[in-house]
């Protein structure tokens, strides 16, 4: 499977965006897909997930209430809705996937390029 992030960009604090996970080749139908985040200086950390199959969610708990992960219509589409940005959220934001949730990124089978959110004070 080969992924792709889109859906990045600069948004002032409070703010929302919706990324974008695509399977470019393949689909997430029998996948777990996971969104990570890298801030600067920092090692990629798990933000939310979703199982393709059972619809499960999951959430780090600092975006619970803000951020929703959500299956788009095709199966090789999955999107990241985030609202009341903060500018700790800012980092680069990779979507990745795996047979099983787990939330470390050593996990994760496949990997797209990231995209940036940058999210001003």
């Known amino acids: 499977v080969q992924l792709q992030a889109s859906g990045g960009g600069l948004v002032q604090a409070g703010g929302s965006l919706r990324l974008s996970c695509t399977a470019s080749e393949g689909s997430f139908s029998n996948y777990v897909v996971v969104w990570f985040r890298q801030a600067p200086g920092k090692e990629r950390a798990f933000v939310s997930g979703?199982?393709?199959?059972?619809?499960?969610?999951y959430y780090e708990d600092s975006v619970k209430g803000r951020f929703t992960i959500s299956r788009g219509n095709a199966v090789d589409t999955v999107y990241l809705q985030m609202n009341s940005l903060k500018p700790e959220d800012t980092g680069v934001y990779y979507c990745a996937t795996t047979l099983r949730f787990d939330a470390m990124s050593t996990a994760m089978d496949y990997w797209g390029k990231g995209t940036l959110v940058t999210v001003s004070s």
């Open positions: 979703i199982n393709w199959g059972s619809g499960v969610k």
